[in-house]
C-alpha cells in the first residue's frame, strides 16, 4: 500500500535550518507530485510548495521564498524540505503529500518546533 | 493570488441531517477544488477532487458539486464519526491555497 514516512520531530533554535524527509512507497515515486503542507497548532492547513520528483520542478508559495527549498533522491524515493532562518512563526506540523495538486495520501507529519 | 473562502467556519447539527459546507473562491477555478476531512489530532483525509469526485473508499454519505467559484461539500445523514474540520483546497495552479476551514460538531 501507498505509504509516506517522514522523519522525527525536531526542535530547532531561532536562526537555524530543519530539513524533514518523506520516503514514499507503494507506488512509482517519480509518478507523483509530492507537495509540502504545515499546521501550526489549533491553525488551518498552510500550502508551502510541490514538486515533481521526475523533472525536479518546484514551485513554493511566494511568503517562504528564499528561505525554502525542496530536493529529492530518486534512488531512494524521498523527498526533502528545507527551511531556513527559522522563527517561532514556524513551530508547526509539516506533511508531505503525494499527489498532483490534491493530496492523494499524506505522510503522517513532523513536528518541528523553533524555541530559544 | 486566488483566495478560498468557507462558510461557515462552525456548525453544530443533529445526527442524521443534511448539512452544507460552501467554499467560494475569488477567482474561477473551472473544477480544481479538492475536499478534506481532519479530524483532531489526525492527518488530513481527502474526500473529494475534481469539485465532485468521490475519492475511494470514502462513504456516499459525502458529495460535492460546484465550478468555476463557488463550491460545496455535503453531508447528507451527519453520523457522529463526522465531527472533524473541513477544508477546501485550489489546485488549478500555484499557490495551491487551502480555504480556512469549516469545523462540523454534533448537538
Known amino acids: 500500500q501507498v505509504q509516506l514516512v517522514q522523519s522525527g520531530a525536531e526542535v530547532k533554535k531561532p536562526g537555524a535550518s530543519v530539513r524533514v524527509s518523506c520516503k514514499a512507497s507503494?507506488?512509482?515515486?517519480?509518478?507523483?507530485?509530492i507537495n509540502w503542507v504545515r499546521q501550526a497548532t489549533g491553525q488551518g492547513l498552510e500550502w508551502m510548495g510541490w514538486?515533481?520528483?521526475?523533472?525536479?520542478?518546484?514551485g513554493y508559495a511566494q511568503k517562504l521564498y528564499g528561505r525554502f527549498s525542496l530536493t529529492r533522491n530518486t534512488s531512494i524515493n524521498t523527498a526533502y524540505m528545507d527551511l531556513s532562518s527559522l522563527t517561532a512563526e514556524d513551530t508547526a506540523v509539516y506533511y508531505c503529500?503525494?499527489?498532483?495538486?490534491?493530496?492523494?495520501?499524506w505522510g503522517q507529519g513532523t513536528l518541528v518546533t523553533v524555541s530559544s | 493570488d486566488i483566495q478560498l473562502t468557507q462558510s461557515p467556519s462552525f456548525l453544530s447539527a443533529s445526527v442524521g441531517d443534511r448539512v452544507t459546507i460552501t467554499c467560494r473562491a475569488s477567482?474561477?477555478?473551472?473544477?480544481?477544488l479538492a475536499w478534506y476531512q481532519q479530524k483532531a489530532g489526525k492527518v488530513p483525509m481527502l474526500l473529494i477532487y475534481?469539485?465532485?469526485t468521490l475519492q475511494s473508499g470514502v462513504p456516499s454519505r459525502f458529495s460535492g458539486s460546484g465550478s468555476g467559484t463557488d463550491f460545496t461539500l455535503t453531508i447528507s445523514n451527519l453520523q457522529p464519526e463526522d465531527v472533524a474540520t473541513y477544508y477546501c483546497?485550489?489546485?488549478?495552479?500555484?499557490?495551491?491555497?487551502f480555504g480556512p476551514g469549516t469545523k462540523v460538531d454534533i448537538k
Open positions: 483546497q485550489k489546485y488549478d495552479s500555484a499557490p495551491l491555497n
Open positions: 477567482q474561477g477555478i473551472n473544477y480544481y
Open positions: 507503494g507506488y512509482t515515486f517519480t509518478g507523483d507530485d
Open positions: 475534481a469539485s465532485s
Open positions: 514538486m515533481n520528483p521526475s523533472s525536479g520542478n518546484i
Open positions: 503529500a503525494r499527489g498532483v495538486g490534491y493530496g492523494l495520501n
